[in-house]
């Protein structure tokens, strides 16, 4: 059974940071790209960032290049999604992802 169980979100204020984590399991981590997602208040879901098997080639939305990471510990089947300099427009519920399976969400609010 594939399980996504994202963490590490909640309130920051602009210009802060946050690092997202999403556990894998249930399936081979380590043959599969990764993707986060977000879906913002009234939008529809986005692709994010997204990390190749070996986390050697990664993508990036252009709203978010120059301030995301996106990581992977294939060891652990881990992704990991370090955002710095969050501006408003970042809140979102962000989700990680593959083949069409989803996790439950983590609420990321980013306000004074």
């Known amino acids: 059974q594939v399980q996504l169980v994202e963490s590490g979100g909640g309130l920051v204020q602009p210009g802060g940071s946050l690092r997202l984590s999403c556990a894998a399991s249930?399936?081979?981590?380590?043959?599969?790209?990764l993707t986060w997602y977000r879906r913002a208040p009234g939008a529809v879901r986005e692709p994010v960032a997204t990390?190749?098997?070996?986390?050697?080639?990664?993508n990036y939305a252009d709203s978010v290049k120059g301030r995301f990471t996106i990581s992977r510990d294939n060891a652990n089947s881990v992704v990991y999604l370090q955002m710095n300099s969050l501006k408003a427009e970042d809140t979102a519920v962000y989700f990680c992802?593959?083949?069409?399976?989803w996790g439950q969400g983590t609420q990321v609010t980013v306000s004074s």
């Open positions: 992802g593959y083949s069409g399976y």
């Open positions: 249930g399936f081979a981590f380590s043959n599969y790209s």
């Open positions: 990390i190749s098997r070996t986390g050697f080639v990664t």
